[in-house]
């Protein structure tokens, strides 16, 4: 077992080996070699990393150095002294980008200096969630939802859909079940078009996402609208026996004439607000049971206008959104509280 005797977390770059720690070689010295565990890693603002391997030689302890590249120079962040060979260095980055780093074990008197391969750490944003908790509104009568007991197969009509559609589509769902825990399963690509002359679903698909043309393609998007999400319920049981509704197909339409900025960025100062991404989110959270809050609350997806901003559920919808998940409990077609 190897026992860690320095573990530490850098709040400021220290001034020690600045620079390089290349050494020129002292030849008839053993070479050192330094592991280090993981070559890539993203991790969320706020977030520790640390770093840890093996110095070999070690017979006595050694000290390391992690090292960050700045434009270009090797800048000594943190040390650590190696037991048994071993090392950790906790660091907690905190700017939003990506950072080369390595690990040093200077030189000794039998060993000459060892560098580990270079590691990158990616720093992503932490999602800010912004809005009104009381903005939020439910889109069926009977606060109908989906069961979320079982996955709710899905299928993606792309046939007037512009590159990355899909990714946007797998995206938003995401986003859904990250919120309440609703599964979806994709069954593939699809000619059904909700609204439009071939509109029955495969016996897999309960819920389908397309881009048509309102009045051409589609009879459900209104004049001028970005898109439109709903779906049909029907009268089931919870498991005390009492009586609700589930959402049993859903749909998910967007204006194909209308070419959103793709992503879950905030979008395009100019042209049209908003992005694919957040109208996916507004347009599926419409189909799993979310109407347009009456709070005005320009934060929250479920608000009625797309607007630029990044696309993240406000505090509203993920209030409606987590009634409408595995917290509401299973849904049943036949009386469960009641022997058959
Ligand atoms: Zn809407």
Redesign the pocket.
Known sequence: MNVIVCQLVVAAALTLGAGTAAAAPVPDQTATTVTVNFAAKTVKSGTSVTFAGKVDPASAARTVWLQRNDAGAWRTIGTARTARAAYKVTIKPAKVRTDRYRVVAPGTAKANTGISRTTTVTVRAATVVRGNPKAFAFMYPGRARWNPCTPIGYRVNLTQATSGALTDVKGALARITAVNGLRFAYRGTTNVMPGGRNDTYPGDTQLVVAWGRPGKDTSVIPVG?A???GGSTSSVYTRSGTTAWQVVEGYAVLNSTMRFAPGFGAGPKTGLQGTRGQLLM??I??AVGL??PKIKDKWEI?Y?TMTRKPAVYGKGDQVGLRALGTGAGCLYARDPSRPS
Request: charged fraction near 10%; hydrophobic fraction near 15%.
């Open positions: 609208a898109g439109q999400g507004h347009e959270g419409h109407g347009h479920m009625p």
